[in-house]
Nanobody, 116 residues
Framework: VQLVEAGGGLVQAGGSLRLSCAASESTSSILAMGWYRQAPGKRRELVAGITTGGARSHYAESVKGRLTISGDNGKNTMHLQMNSLKPEDTAVYYC??????????WGQGTQVTVSS
């Protein structure tokens, strides 16, 4: 499985962005997917995760109420809708999948920059 992110960019504080993650093949072997981010000089952290089929989702406290994760199994894609963005949301965002065959899979990352 390969993951490709899209949708990053530069936005002003208070603005919105929508990230997408496309899997190269069927998601039938994927147990869960998520978005992580890493800011300069900081550790990579989990932002949001969702189980295949969308039965369960999880959000970091810092993004609750502002970010929404969703999946579309029919299109092998996952999205992260980001609203009310803050400068502290600036980071490289990585798509992640836990696959029972391939293990832990990462995308190449997409830069999100929020200006104040």
């Amino acid at each position: 499985v390969q993951l490709v992110e899209a949708g990053g960019g530069l936005v002003q504080a208070g603005g919105s962005l929508r990230l997408s993650c496309a899997a190269s093949e069927s998601t039938s072997s994927i147990l869960a997917m998520g978005w992580y981010r890493q800011a300069p000089g900081k550790r990579r952290e989990l932002v949001a995760g969702i189980t295949t089929g969308g039965a369960r989702s999880h959000y970091a406290e810092s993004v609750k109420g502002r970010l929404t994760i969703s999946g579309d199994n029919g299109k092998n894609t996952m999205h992260l809708q980001m609203n009310s963005l803050k400068p502290e949301d600036t980071a490289v965002y990585y798509c992640n999948a836990v696959d029972i065959v391939a293990g832990n899979v990462w995308g190449q990352g997409t830069q999100v920059t929020v200006s104040s």
